[in-house]
């Protein structure tokens, strides 16, 4: 599983964070030197739609992003659907060509992670990473 700034931890830490909006997103990177669809990426923002992941993408250098699935709710429940999928789909990891903030979240374009994503209302039923 990927070390990013959310953590089980950080939420315990942090109890009224868990209620901030966030998005679980599902984007394809395509490198700006080949045009080649190159991976997905799968992680979260803070914010409540798209546009959000557009503004997270400024930091995906080398890439143009292609949004591909969305999924909105609180930060905390969009971090519970990012590490099921992650551990989920652990098989798929894919190393990119270049690096930046979150290249540990990607998987290879033959992945069926983004079939998995939650439908446009579904909830986290689980409060604990691991059941």
């Known amino acids: 599983?990927?070390?990013g700034v959310?953590?089980?931890?950080?939420?315990?830490n942090h109890p009224l964070e868990k209620e901030k909006e966030g998005v679980l997103y599902g984007i394809v990177l395509v490198n700006k030197k080949t045009w080649?669809?190159?991976t997905i990426k799968v992680g979260i923002?803070?914010?409540?739609?798209?546009?959000?992941?557009?503004?997270?993408?400024?930091?995906?250098?080398?890439?143009?992003?292609?949004i591909q699935r969305t999924w909105s709710g609180t930060i905390y429940e969009a971090?519970?659907?990012e590490q099921k999928l992650h551990k989920e789909f652990q098989k798929d990891r894919h190393k990119t060509e270049h690096k930046f903030g979150g290249h540990t979240?990607?998987?290879?374009?033959?992945?069926?992670?983004?079939?998995?994503?939650?439908?446009?209302?579904?909830?986290?039923v689980s409060h604990t990473v691991g059941e």
Not at 7 to 12: E, G, L, S
Not at 115 to 121: I, L, R
Request: proline share 2%; hydrophobic share 35%.
């Open 1 to 3: 599983m990927s070390i």
């Open 6 to 12: 959310y953590n089980q931890t950080y939420f315990d």
């Open 36 to 38: 080649e669809r190159e």
């Open 45 to 66: 923002a803070k914010g409540r739609d798209w546009r959000s992941v557009v503004k997270r993408g400024y930091g995906f250098t080398g890439y143009e992003v292609r």
């Open 79 to 81: 971090w519970l659907f």
């Open 105 to 124: 979240e990607c998987f290879k374009m033959t992945s069926k992670i983004l079939e998995a994503f939650p439908k446009k209302h579904e909830k986290m």
